[in-house]
């Protein structure tokens, strides 16, 4: 199964997410400081961090070793918007190598600690299907149940439908795929139509 071939929409999210929050101030933080000099050193302190996380990620990426080195990366950045990026790097390499164990745990880090509801709701879709690979389709349905954006609907209800699919289910695997197609989700997956279609041919 391929798990990241239907999440390449969400990059933009990814990407966006970084723009707007990697180096932000937390105004609520900023507030409850006193005076110019408590300000001035709040700000240069978030930068500094900021930037020391930066290098620490291109580091990581650079080496080549994301995926060995990731984890003491998690631990000593675990505070920064890059130990996301870098745990989504790291579980896409896990994936690539069929280790499907460190990918899981990966991407679980994301659901445990971003704050973003669109990364979240990423990583639990690549979470769910590296959970089906695993054979645990149970846990990815326990996974699939966490609330997501309504825009990941579609998405959340089709992978469903393929788990009812392998556990022989027609008719709940029936009821979530028209429930993705009535969500949005056959305007950019013609395969979605098909698989409930073949339900359809398979039942007569």
């Known amino acids: 199964m ?68 990731s984890d003491a990366f998690l631990a000593e950045n675990a505070d920064s918007n890059y130990s996301v990026l870098a745990a989504f790097v790291a579980a896409k390499e896990a994936v690539d190598k069929g280790e499907l164990t460190q990918a899981a745990e990966k991407l679980q880090f994301i659901v445990d600690t971003v704050k973003s509801p669109e990364l979240k709701a990423t990583a639990v879709l690549r979470l769910a299907r590296v959970q089906i690979a695993q054979g645990n389709a149970e846990h990815a349905l326990t996974t699939l149940s966490q609330p997501v ?52 041919i398979a039942s007569n």
Not at 31 to 42: F, I, P, T
Not at 159 to 166: A, L, P, W
Request: aromatic share 8%; proline share 1%; hydrophobic share 35%.
């Open 2 to 69: 391929e798990i990241y071939s239907t999440e390449e929409q969400q990059a933009e999210a990814i990407k966006n997410f970084f723009r707007e929050n990697g180096t932000s101030l937390v105004i609520g933080a900023v507030l409850g400081l006193g005076g110019l000099y408590g300000w001035k050193a709040y700000n240069q302190n978030q930068i500094s961090s900021a930037e020391a996380s930066s290098e620490a990620y291109n580091s990581l990426i650079e080496s080549g070793e994301v995926l060995s080195k």
């Open 149 to 200: 954006p309504a825009g990941f609907n579609a998405q959340i209800a089709e992978i469903k439908g393929d788990i009812y699919v392998s556990q022989g289910d027609k008719d709940k695997a029936r009821e979530h795929y028209q429930t993705a197609i009535d969500a949005g989700g056959a305007e950019n997956n013609a395969l979605l139509q098909i698989k409930l279609d073949d339900l359809a």
